[in-house]
């Protein structure tokens, strides 16, 4: 069963096709970093008007690398929430025309549930069989860092979730006020790679008799930091590649990942599942991977690190067994820019 996956719920736009649930036979992602990077964070209005100039051409693309046709296609899949407005509308309305124009079986997913099946991509588990549920899942995308137990195939109940600011949304901050740039997670792990650990720790983030997160203390903490050290504001001549900011920047990362490893092993064994999930864009991060693996006493599934930030192959994957167990056309589909999964 060969699925078309749409996603458009931030500030990339993605098309793939997606066979039985796990292989890739395309995966094109038309990003927009570099034209939101010099206003710091994402600007909705211009990443709607560029996923309506970018769709075509991508889903054109995804068609050609997978050697299929529309017509060939098994049905389509499009992120419906949670994200963006303008950009859900965008891929939503696009899928549409699709699925109608070819008669095809149309499914909205959910995003964060998109994040969870990236894991069953390429060589990950058999979409129809038991993994070893229950799974703990931590997905860390966008404005979310949720503690979700998967019980089952579409089985989810969310037993934590940040207050505040989501784990990505710090690492945004902090790269900004140590004038790192934008996406601010890859700039925060490049910029520690050099420091040897000389910059005294930073808060731990603790939400009393919850599995919650918060992390805009730990925001706060950095920003402090970085004003008796006389980085911020920065100025035009600093160096990014200081000793002084891979040190910050190093804390920062450190404190962020010991956060979400010792939260996420709590509720695993609070919940006694078999395994923990990870999913998101700050699943990519390296320290974030080697941590959770050599803590965790349970196994830890994490998908290749292209494949944990946004991309229309995880929609796919989640697309194909309700579209296997139901091929309807979910006409009256709309977008859901706070939708919730569990």
Known sequence: MKILGIETSCDETAAAVIEDGTVIHSNVIASQVEMHARYGGIVPEIASRQHMTAMIPVVQTALSEASINLEDLDGIAVTHGPGLAGSLLVG?????????????????????????????????????????????CLITSGGHTDLIVMRGHGDYQLVGRTRDDAAGEAFDKAARVLGLGFPGGPEIQRAAESAIGTEPRLPRPNVKNSLDFSFSGLKTAALRRAEEK?????????????????????????????????????????????????????????????????????????????????NAAMIGAAAFLRIKDNPDRIWDLDVIPNLRLG
Not at 108 to 121: D, F, Q, S, T, V
Not at 276 to 283: E, R, S, T
């Open 92 to 136: 939503v309305n696009a899928a549409k025309g699709l699925a109608v124009s070819h008669n095809l079986p149309f499914i909205g997913i959910n995003h964060l549930e998109g994040h969870i099946y990236a894991a069953w991509l390429e060589d990950g588990v058999d979409p129809e069989s038991d993994p070893g549920f229950p799974i703990m």
């Open 230 to 310: 006389g980085m911020y504001p920065p100025r035009e001549d600093q160096n990014i590649d200081s000793q002084e900011v891979s040190e910050v920047a190093a804390a920062f990362q450190e404190a962020i990942v010991d956060t979400l490893v010792k939260r996420t092993l709590e509720a695993a064994q609070r919940y006694d599942v078999n395994g923990i999930l990870m999913g998101g864009g700050v699943a990519a991060n390296s320290q974030l991977r080697e941590w959770m693996s050599d803590q965790s006493s349970t196994p830890v599934v994490v998908p290749r690190p292209g494949l944990c930030t946004d």
